[in-house]
């Protein structure tokens, strides 16, 4: 019963991955046959100042979308997570975007971010003038995280509302008996016993944020203006399929999954280290 599943798994994951690895050490761009090359893809990478730059964007983009976004999935999910209507309302009106296709919401951002669009109109209800948001290599990086942070906010939010409602309550009345303030109780009950349900969210946010492709794409038109949203995964594309390099963007998604595997195994460990 598991043959199908395993199938799919093989087809469309291992095979891909297997076969990105190989062409990663060769010359291929679909048409010809490749040709074996050895590591000369991986030392042209590390010479490649496009590739460098992706590389110092991608930790930026995950950085900025990481934290903050857990964080104020954390600081609603503490007071989302009391049954009730309003509390039901108001989560899922947090989770709206979350649901919304990303093509989409890139396409709605993209009208927000516009000379007349309404991030200048609310800007200019206060007096201050409008900006050119996806072309001004300074602020372009700042509206995808922006956009980035609106569309995750509420799954991750929601992740930790069903670890919140999973910790014993026995704990917070024998707190309460005790006299903690809510803050307190926050950081010396709450936290420390969310630490697996923030580590899967952390580990998540990491692969989604070093994996961004789309914002980036249809939001600044393939990473601009220039190079300022040139993201890892934007590199790969535009080699594979801007260039037809298939080595050398092969070369560079093995590299993403090494940095991915690597920063998922340091973040379980750190969490693992901490709740012992």
């Known amino acids: 019963?598991?043959?199908?599943?395993?199938?799919?798994?093989?087809?469309?994951?291992?095979?891909?991955?297997?076969?990105?690895?190989?062409?990663?050490?060769?010359?291929?761009?679909f048409v010809k046959s490749p040709e074996w090359t050895g590591l000369d893809n991986y030392r042209f990478l590390f010479s490649d100042p496009d590739f460098t730059h992706s590389l110092r964007v991608t930790l930026l983009f995950a950085l900025g979308t990481i934290i903050p976004t857990i964080v104020l999935a954390l600081a609603l999910a503490v007071p989302l997570a009391r049954p009730g209507r309003t509390s039901t309302v108001l989560r899922t009106m947090v989770f709206i975007p979350a649901i919304v296709p990303l093509v989409a919401a890139s396409?709605?951002?993209?009208?927000?971010?516009?000379?007349?669009?309404?991030?200048?109109?609310?800007?200019?209800?206060?007096?201050?003038?409008?900006?050119?948001?996806?072309?001004?290599?300074?602020?372009?990086?700042?509206?995808l995280i922006v956009m980035v942070i609106w569309k995750n906010?509420?799954?991750?939010?929601?992740?930790?509302?069903?670890?919140?409602?999973?910790?014993?309550?026995?704990?917070?009345?024998?707190?309460?008996?005790?006299?903690?303030?809510?803050?307190?109780?926050?950081?010396?009950?709450?936290?420390?016993?969310?630490?697996?349900?923030?580590?899967?969210?952390?580990?998540?946010?990491?692969?989604?944020?070093?994996?961004?492709?789309?914002p980036a794409f249809l939001l600044t038109r393939g990473g601009g203006p220039g190079?300022?949203?040139l993201t890892l995964p934007m590199y790969v594309y535009r080699n594979a399929f801007g260039y037809t390099d298939v080595g050398l963007a092969s070369a560079a998604s093995v590299i993403l999954f090494v940095i991915l595997l690597l920063l998922s195994v340091a973040q379980f460990r750190v969490f693992a280290r901490g709740e012992r």
């Open 1 to 29: 019963m598991s043959l199908p599943a395993a199938i799919y798994f093989a087809v469309f994951w291992i095979y891909p991955f297997l076969s990105a690895g190989y062409y990663s050490f060769t010359d291929y761009d």
């Open 153 to 214: 906010l509420g799954l991750y939010m929601l992740l930790l509302i069903a670890g919140l409602q999973t910790l014993p309550q026995n704990v917070y009345e024998a707190a309460a008996l005790d006299g903690s303030r809510p803050l307190r109780t926050f950081f010396q009950v709450t936290l420390p016993m969310m630490r697996k349900p923030l580590a899967f969210v952390v580990v998540i946010a990491s692969v989604a944020a070093m994996q961004s492709f789309v």
């Open 107 to 143: 396409f709605l951002w993209q009208g927000i971010y516009a000379p007349n669009g309404l991030a200048n109109k609310m800007l200019g209800w206060i007096g201050i003038d409008g900006h050119s948001w996806l072309n001004d290599p300074d602020w372009a990086m700042r509206a």
């Open 227 to 229: 190079v300022a949203t």
